[in-house]
């Protein structure tokens, strides 16, 4: 026999209060969190809209629009003229019902999903030098498929000064971090190529290789750093030709592995025939005295280490500048290969990076002083608020990964949208769902930002862990949004 709900029926089960902005929006989110929780069973018929909007006291283009956002979603089932049905999404869909990057500019909520600081207080300084410089280049077409050379140059003494000997042509500079493994990943990874990754990782770089149809190797990270034995046996089982690694305070667990470890998987690539692509885009953000190590690619002997840089952490993610390490002939065939996407990067923001190399080391401190601080009341009010969560607080990089009292990450990133954070559950950053004790919290917001987010966390955690609680929608309680800056 067919199950459904009356209009009134749903109303007094979603609850949404009528000031919640949008209420659209408000409405959907309530409905998705009373199916993933249970409160609502699959395949039960839906009130039509017309009866829904009735029972709330709204207009029928709110409830359409609600149910449009279930549906896209994969919340919700349709026939034309027949109705709704509740729903679950495929598996790997509730990883993230949206983009989970791309979050909408007006939803209020604190961004703790993105581990990207805000501006160094050096760019002013480094745009002024660059407008001043910029007419020089007008005389040419604007196009430099591998980067302008004073960048190049300055990227290549930078990896000079960290212990790896490198010249201009072996540089490509590239939008950014994510480009950079984009190209890698298109020009070395085919259809079902075995890949492999760390397990967390960053999650872009899964999405390059699914794009590509490679096949995912993933390598767990215990709580105290990479296993080398694990590594290289699945190097040897899986035989996989490419390797995507994060040794400099990885993301998102922020360990840095070691000078004997480096040399250790560097050595097994070569044992193995795999080419290691290694991503150092957290590299100059130590916060804590931590030992020296080099670039891992001063251990590679054979030209099958291939370096990841970026400007983004280290002085800002809008100037959407990194850079690739390798041969001069990788350089030249990843120039080709780019070319026919953008050409080259744009011009103005390479000579403000360029400006911003000769200032490195002070953004360097910059960096240290103000992510220690963040990193400082993250600890902080977590160790208060969240005491049976556990963690290992890292030396560097942005983030703390948080290991869950139990297996709740994506429904508690549904409660704390209720309650005004975004979060990033750790099955974003694992394969096929997994990772789902886990949960990304970056410290690169404001310290007060930082602890007015965990605060709600902690309200979001109570809520809902307690039996028959309801998951409000934001905006509907005490307590008006905090808009840091950021």
């Given at each position: 026999?067919?199950?459904?709900?009356?209009?009134?029926?749903?109303?007094?089960?979603?609850?949404?209060p009528?000031?919640?902005?949008?209420?659209?929006?408000?409405?959907?989110?309530?409905?998705?969190?009373?199916?993933?929780d249970?409160?609502?069973?699959?395949?039960?018929?839906?009130?039509?809209?017309?009866?829904?909007?009735?029972?709330?006291?709204?207009?029928?283009?709110?409830v359409?629009?609600?149910?449009?956002?279930?549906?896209?979603?994969?919340?919700?089932?349709?026939r034309?003229?027949?109705?709704?049905?509740?729903?679950?999404?495929?598996?790997?869909?509730?990883?993230?019902?949206?983009?989970p990057?791309?979050?909408?500019?007006?939803?209020?909520l604190?961004p703790?999903?993105?581990?990207?600081?805000?501006?160094?207080?050096?760019?002013?300084?480094?745009?002024?030098?660059a407008?001043e410089?910029?007419?020089?280049?007008?005389l040419?077409?604007?196009?430099?498929?591998?980067?302008?050379?004073?960048?190049?140059?300055?990227?290549?003494?930078?990896?000079?000064?960290?212990?790896?000997?490198?010249?201009?042509?072996?540089?490509?500079?590239?939008?950014?971090?994510?480009?950079?493994?984009?190209?890698?990943?298109?020009?070395?990874?085919?259809?079902?190529?075995?890949?492999?990754?760390?397990s967390?990782?960053?999650p872009?770089?899964?999405?390059a290789?699914?794009?590509?149809?490679?096949?995912?190797?993933?390598?767990?990270?215990?709580?105290?750093?990479?296993?080398?034995?694990?590594?290289?046996?699945?190097?040897?089982?899986?035989?996989?030709?490419?390797?995507?690694?994060?040794?400099?305070?990885?993301n998102?667990?922020?360990?840095?592995?070691?000078?004997?470890?480096?040399?250790?998987?560097?050595?097994?690539?070569?044992?193995?025939?795999?080419?290691?692509?290694?991503?150092?885009?957290?590299?100059?953000?130590?916060?804590?005295?931590?030992?020296?190590?080099?670039p891992?690619?001063?251990?590679?002997?054979?030209?099958?280490?291939?370096s990841?840089?970026?400007?983004?952490?280290?002085?800002?993610?809008?100037?959407?500048i990194?850079?690739?390490?390798?041969?001069?002939?990788l350089?030249?065939?990843?120039?080709?290969?780019?070319?026919?996407?953008?050409?080259?990067?744009?011009?103005?923001?390479?000579?403000?990076?360029?400006?911003?190399?000769?200032?490195?080391?002070?953004?360097?401190?910059?960096?240290?002083?103000?992510?220690?601080?963040?990193?400082?009341?993250?600890?902080?009010?977590?160790?208060?608020?969240?005491?049976?969560?556990?963690?290992?607080?890292?030396?560097?990089?942005?983030?703390?990964?948080?290991?869950?009292?139990?297996?709740?990450?994506?429904?508690?990133?549904?409660?704390?949208?209720?309650?005004?954070?975004?979060?990033?559950?750790?099955?974003?950053?694992?394969?096929?769902?997994?990772?789902?004790?886990?949960?990304r919290?970056?410290?690169?917001?404001?310290?007060?930002?930082?602890?007015?987010?965990?605060?709600?966390?902690?309200?979001?955690?109570?809520?809902?862990s307690?039996?028959?609680?309801?998951?409000?929608?934001?905006?509907?309680?005490?307590?008006?949004p905090?808009?840091?800056?950021?």
């Amino acid at each position: 026999m067919e199950r459904y709900l009356s209009g009134p029926q749903l109303a007094r089960l979603v609850e949404v209060p009528r000031d919640a902005r949008p209420y659209y929006r408000a409405l959907a989110e309530t409905v998705r969190t009373l199916i993933l929780d249970g409160r609502l069973p699959t395949r039960v018929r839906m009130p039509a809209e017309r009866h829904l909007a009735e029972a709330l006291g709204v207009s029928r283009t709110t409830v359409t629009t609600a149910y449009d956002r279930l549906r896209e979603q994969g919340f919700l089932d349709s026939r034309q003229g027949a109705g709704s049905w509740t729903a679950l999404p495929e598996p790997g869909a509730l990883l993230g019902t949206e983009n989970p990057w791309i979050a909408p500019d007006d939803d209020g909520l604190l961004p703790l999903h993105s581990a990207a600081p805000a501006a160094t207080g050096l760019l002013p300084d480094a745009v002024a030098a660059a407008t001043e410089a910029y007419p020089r280049y007008g005389l040419g077409t604007g196009y430099e498929p591998v980067g302008v050379r004073p960048l190049r140059e300055a990227i290549a003494a930078r990896y000079g000064a960290r212990g790896l000997a490198t010249r201009p042509d072996q540089i490509l500079v590239t939008g950014g971090a994510q480009h950079a493994v984009h190209l890698l990943m298109t020009l070395l990874a085919g259809q079902g190529d075995p890949v492999l990754v760390e397990s967390p990782t960053y999650p872009h770089a899964l999405d390059a290789a699914r794009m590509r149809g490679a096949r995912l190797v993933p390598v767990g990270i215990a709580d105290d750093g990479w296993n080398l034995d694990l590594v290289t046996c699945a190097m040897r089982q899986s035989a996989a030709r490419l390797a995507y690694v994060i040794p400099d305070f990885q993301n998102p667990t922020g360990h840095l592995m070691g000078e004997g470890d480096r040399a250790a998987l560097a050595d097994a690539a070569r044992r193995y025939d795999t080419t290691l692509v290694v991503d150092e885009s957290w590299a100059e953000l130590a916060i804590d005295e931590v030992p020296a190590t080099s670039p891992l690619a001063a251990h590679d002997t054979d030209g099958r280490v291939i370096s990841i840089g970026s400007a983004s952490k280290l002085w800002w993610g809008g100037l959407r500048i990194g850079w690739i390490r390798g041969t001069a002939a990788l350089i030249r065939r990843l120039a080709v290969l780019r070319s026919s996407v953008d050409v080259a990067s744009p011009l103005f923001e390479q000579l403000v990076v360029t400006h911003l190399f000769e200032r490195i080391e002070e953004t360097r401190a910059e960096r240290g002083r103000t992510l220690g601080a963040s990193r400082s009341a993250l600890v902080e009010v977590l160790r208060a608020e969240l005491p049976e969560w556990r963690f290992t607080v890292p030396k560097g990089g942005g983030s703390l990964w948080v290991r869950l009292d139990s297996p709740v990450a994506t429904p508690l990133a549904d409660a704390a949208a209720a309650h005004g954070v975004r979060l990033a559950p750790g099955p974003w950053f694992g394969v096929d769902g997994t990772l789902e004790r886990y949960l990304r919290l970056p410290f690169t917001m404001p310290p007060h930002a930082l602890t007015e987010a965990a605060r709600r966390l902690a309200a979001a955690r109570a809520l809902a862990s307690s039996p028959g609680s309801r998951v409000a929608p934001y905006g509907s309680r005490a307590g008006a949004p905090l808009t840091p800056t950021l």
